[in-house]
C-alpha cells in the first residue's frame, strides 16, 4: 500500500514547467509512462548548467529509478517515442568514438536552435565524452537545505541567505557531493563545503564536468556580496 504524501517541506525546491506542456501537450496524453518520462527529463535538464541542455539515452538507460517508476527499459523507450513524436522533446543522432548516441532536448527556442547547429556541424559539444558515465542521476537530489540540516545543523538566517545564493551558482550534484566530500573527511562547515564548490567552480571537478558558466570569471565568487564564503 502507497503512504500517503506528508506534504512539501519548507524549503521545498521547484523546477520550471513549459506553461504550453500543461495546457497544450498533456490534455492530449493517455500514457502515463510518457507523462512521468517528460517531466522527469524535464526536472534533469533544469538542473543542468551546460550548454546546450540534454540528456542522453544512455543516461537515462542508467537511471534505475526512472526504469523503476516505468517499469523497464522497453517502457523508457516507448515513452521517449511518443514524447518526441507529440513535441514535448526533440532528439538528435549523433556519432561519437564510433558509437551512436541519442540526445533529448526539451522542444524548447534555445534547444531547437542548437540542434540545428549540431546537425549542420556548427556545434561543438566538447564535454560530450564524460557525459554518459558521468553521475546517472540514480538517486533523488537532495535539496540544499535538507542536506544541511541534515549534516550541519539549524539553519541561521545569515546562513539561509548563503544556501540560496549558493544554489544559485553551482550544479545539484556538486552540491551534494561537496556536502559527501565534507562529511567523509568529517569537516562538518559550511565554509569547507563552500571551498569545495569554489575550487570546482574554478579547477574543474576532475571527472570531466565543469559548472556552466562558472569559469568566465573565476573571481566572481570572492568578488561578490557573498565573497566571505568563500574566503573563509
Known amino acids: 500500500m502507497t503512504s500517503t504524501f506528508s506534504g512539501f ?28 518520462t517528460a517531466l522527469y527529463i524535464m526536472r534533469v535538464l533544469y538542473l543542468k548548467r551546460s550548454y546546450p541542455r540534454f540528456v542522453t539515452g544512455m543516461e537515462l538507460e542508467f537511471d534505475r529509478d526512472l526504469i523503476a517508476m516505468l517499469g523497464g527499459l522497453d517502457k523508457l523507450q516507448l515513452a521517449l517515442t511518443q514524447a518526441v513524436q507529440h513535441g514535448a522533446l526533440l532528439h538528435v ?3 561519437k568514438e ?3 548516441h541519442i540526445l533529448y532536448f526539451l522542444n524548447d527556442e534555445t534547444s531547437r536552435q542548437a540542434v540545428e547547429k549540431i546537425k549542420k556541424g556548427q556545434l561543438a559539444l566538447g564535454e560530450f565524452a564524460s557525459l554518459p558515465a558521468a553521475e546517472p542521476l540514480t538517486e533523488p537530489i537532495s535539496n540544499i537545505f535538507s542536506l544541511y540540516e541534515n549534516n550541519i545543523g539549524l539553519i541561521t ?3 539561509a541567505d548563503e544556501l540560496k545564493e549558493a544554489e544559485k551558482l553551482y ?3 556538486w552540491i551534494e557531493a561537496a556536502f559527501k566530500e565534507a562529511v567523509t573527511q568529517n569537516k562538518r ?3 569547507y563545503i563552500s571551498r569545495i564548490l569554489e575550487r570546482w567552480a574554478t579547477e574543474g571537478r576532475g571527472d570531466g564536468t565543469t ?3 562558472t569559469k568566465k570569471d573565476p573571481d566572481k565568487y570572492i568578488k561578490g ?3 566571505h564564503i568563500v574566503r573563509r
Do not use: C, H
Open 9 to 36: 517541506p519548507a524549503q521545498a525546491r521547484f523546477i520550471s514547467i513549459p506553461e504550453a506542456f500543461i495546457t497544450t501537450i498533456l490534455p492530449g496524453l493517455n500514457d502515463t509512462g510518457e507523462i512521468k
Open 93 to 95: 543522432a549523433i556519432q
Open 98 to 100: 564510433g558509437r551512436s
Open 157 to 159: 538566517p545569515m546562513v
Open 171 to 173: 550544479p545539484a550534484l
Open 189 to 191: 562547515r559550511w565554509s
Open 211 to 213: 559548472g556552466g558558466n
Open 225 to 227: 556580496r557573498y565573497g
